[in-house]
């Protein structure tokens, strides 16, 4: 046969826990104030860990909080894509042309990225 394993000692966090849980079902009116106060001494006076869940055995427990819906990465349309290429290679076309630096063209850009970056935060 194995070992026994020793009971494990709780602590004054486990106790405060429990009495936490108690509290809010006394405020609930689940339990009386006779009941609570026996519970909550019981609770202050358990030395191990397997005697605090009797304290809340006949209680509900809290719901699993839910998770909110997951949120799709937004995507965009191809249209702005194809558009902003074209633009970009307009400008250049212009700089190259006309002499002049593609400001336009790197506005342009400077813009997309920025809402590339600020639609993946939110």
């Known amino acids: ?8 000692r709780a602590g ?7 009495v936490e849980q108690l509290g809010k079902h006394f405020g609930e009116g689940r339990l009386t104030i006779e009941e609570f106060d026996e519970r909550v001494i019981r609770a202050h006076a358990s030395v ?5 869940p009797a304290l809340t055995a006949d209680l509900p427990r ?3 909080p839910q ?5 799709s990465r937004r995507r965009v349309p191809p249209v702005f894509v194809v558009l902003l290429v074209m633009l970009l290679a307009w400008s250049m076309v212009a700089a190259v042309i006309y002499g002049v630096p593609p400001l336009f063209g790197l506005f342009m850009l400077f813009l997309f990225l920025r809402h590339m970056r ?3 935060r939110g």
């Open 1 to 8: 046969m194995g070992e026994l394993q020793p009971r494990m």
């Open 62 to 64: 809290d719901p699993e």
């Open 12 to 18: 004054d966090k486990d106790r405060q826990r429990v």
């Open 67 to 71: 998770r909110g819906p997951t949120r």
């Open 48 to 52: 191990y860990l397997d005697e605090l």
């Open 118 to 120: 600020y639609s993946r």
